[in-house]
């Protein structure tokens, strides 16, 4: 059975510091990956999605890299904001038969300015 | 429409009333997620619809939930006889079939049951 785990589950830092968030999950075989931002009250925004075949994906601040064979993916934050402040989401599909994402449980992040 | 449109966005019901949480997803999305947040669950899969194939009902919790997708767009999730722990928020994704692009989730119901 798939388990994602996220650490830390939450985190404080000050503005401007780059920062790791960690998602690791018990079996390899996945589909993809994807990251998604949550703010409190809202939906899930998608932030970087990893297909089982890619080691890593980037989009302005963000890098997420993805480790299939040790069943770990990071989210890499640059500089980060005060707008970075969510809720860090790690999903893991496990094939294309399913549409069933399994999430981990996130990560909170608070940055100060 | 531009993104996935929930409604309503809160619904409070009595215990043991019916409810219905209606899902528009992204035109041209084939495929349809509901998801259920809960305080301190974490997201819990639900229900999972694939063009005119059959849903995976795998995640339904119980039988007074049920879904249908009407013409292979609009979805409607059903919770009869509503109990408190169905309290939570209940989210809708969809996403193009081949898999290749993410999941673009709504801005979910919040439902309580009081």
């Known amino acids: 059975k798939q388990e994602v785990t996220q650490i830390p589950a939450a985190l404080s830092v000050p503005e401007g510091e780059n920062l790791v968030l960690n998602c690791s999950f018990t079996?390899?075989?996945?589909?993809?990956l994807q990251w998604f931002r949550q703010d409190p009250g809202k939906g899930l925004t998608s932030l970087l999605l990893i297909q089982s075949s890619q080691r890593e994906q980037t989009s302005g601040r963000l890098n997420a890299s993805l480790d299939k064979s040790s069943g770990r993916s990071t989210l890499y934050i640059a500089a980060s904001q005060p707008g970075d402040s969510a809720t860090y989401l790690c999903a893991v599909r496990v094939s294309s038969n399913t549409g069933k994402l399994i999430f981990g449980q996130g990560t909170t992040l608070q940055v100060k300015p | 429409g531009a993104g996935v449109s929930q409604s309503p966005s809160n619904k409070v019901t009595e215990k043991g009333k019916d409810v219905e949480l209606r899902c528009d997803p992204i035109s041209g999305h084939t495929a349809l997620y509901w998801y259920r947040q809960s305080l301190g669950q974490g997201l819990e899969f639900l229900i999972y619809?694939?063009?005119?194939?059959?849903?995976?009902k795998s995640g339904l919790p119980s039988d007074r939930f049920s879904a249908e997708r009407t013409g292979g767009s609009v979805s409607t999730l059903t919770i009869q006889r509503t109990q408190q722990e169905d309290s939570a928020v209940y989210l809708c994704?969809?996403?193009?079939?081949?898999?290749?692009?993410?999941?673009?989730f709504g801005s979910g119901t919040r439902l309580t049951v009081v």
């Open positions: 079996d390899s075989a996945i589909y993809n």
């Open positions: 994704a969809s996403s193009l079939y081949s898999g290749l692009d993410g999941y673009t």
């Open positions: 619809f694939q063009g005119n194939s059959a849903p995976d």
